[in-house]
């Protein structure tokens, strides 16, 4: 029994509130779009898929539409947006807000974006 | 798209003027279903009551508030779809009808293994048409069969089906909560068909993520016959903290990542395809993702022979199907198996202890981890400098600047 009352002491004085810590100081993963989306990124942070990567997607992305993707010719494909709003309450994200590149790309909302695109298409740039 | 309820006032009433009564009447307005194309068109399917709109469905081209422009009747309810299996593809047989919007000149597809056999009118099918049942090219096409779209037939499991626009720069799908979904292209407007189907797989391969069978399945594209012919494996690192390549983790709480790169080349043509190893979601035990332009801090490539490849192949498939686990079948797990099933000496690496958070479980992890990106590329190093028959394949880049080169994609 007393066993018992230390495991589950412990769970709310240590894991908890680590799990909560951990959460917090963990970047969320940012997802990013073109206007008609089709481009579509989201980062996986936990494994280093960053907005680096993503930004080296998007251009290899450009180059394939301008060699070719025919269909694209004329749509607004070149510009990347972010679709994370900044949330003025995740204090703890207040140095990415100022700091990270990615949040300085203009933020478009995916609602706007998805009435466009319609579902996912068969275009492996496309990760959602 | 957002339907508005003028929308629908103008959809009712339009059709109303358009249909006989007995029709009208019979119609679900509270069940129809829009869709804008990727061009600005606005499409309705306005069902019957009591009927699936997969069944039949009056099919509308409108304007964008709602006042049709042309339509015709679908009835699909004449078609067998047979589900398919693992290894047999599913098979659409059986009739399409097709009539303008007062349910007059009807054209009727005969379709089998999901693909237009004939097309004939009504009219011709009761013998009284011009020729046998074959289609009178004189006969009028139903209204508005000119200038409407055609669509995609989607079949799920359940059999229900679902439309799509063969305007749309390309093929999409509604989907998202089924196991998986197939869709058969319905072309009236040429005798022989299109693709009759392609397999999606919405669950087994979640966004962003990549179905490996079908990225392996590319180097088929590349054929094994001439002089040329080339095939090679490499394996990467991507540590960190590239300026502490011993570090667990970054600011980002990120351990790195090991892949895989495979490249078949004959002559000219060139296939690459860079993978790794992820953990598992929305309920599935691990992932594979493409890796196309990630950063290589340490690598090592081999040539290997056609049958070394498929060895590769083989066992990057299988092991695909394992279940994630940080400490001991992670990225880097995978990625020695797969070299390592066509190594004479086995790749192996020092196992690295950590003290840390597995972020998934929450659990404090007092471990080693048995390989790592950060071994990896610490025994790549040491390969390296002790200048063996393999140093010159591998290649120890700290500056950020090496990356894996553009993969193939999928092919079905």
Redesign the interface.
Known sequence: MRTVLVIIVALVII?LP??FV?HL???NDVSFSNA?GTFT??E???????Y??IK??FE?FKNHVRKNET??VGRDTAVLYRLDPMRVWQIWNYGEFLFNDKYSLPYKNWEEIR??????????FQ?? | MSVTDDYRTNLENSLMDSLPAVSFNQLAFDQFKTIRSARGLYYARVPFRGVSIGKKFYHLRTDSLGHVINGKLVDLSELKITPGTKTQKATIDGRVHKSNLSGQNEVIELIKSGKIQKKMTSASLRGGGGGGGEDDPEEPEPIGEQTLPEFVLVCTPDNSSSWMLLDEPEINWDFPEMDYARYYEIEPTTETITESYVDVEVQAVPPGKVDILKLLKCFDNISNYGGNVTFKIKINADVPINSLPGAWINSSLSPGHTFITLTKSNGTETISQSFGFYPGESGSESTIRNNEEREINASLEMNLSEEQFGTVITTAGTYAGTTYNVITNNCTDYALAVINSVRSQTLTTDPLPVWGWDLTSGNILPETVNNSPQSLYAKLKDMKNAGGSEASQINIDDSSSSHAPESHGECN
């Open positions: 894991y680590v799990r951990v100081i963990s970047p008609d990124a989201t996986y942070l936990k494994k280093g898929d960053d680096d990567l080296r997607r290899l269909s694209y009435q466009i695109r319609g579902s996912k298409g068969n275009n492996r990760t959602f």
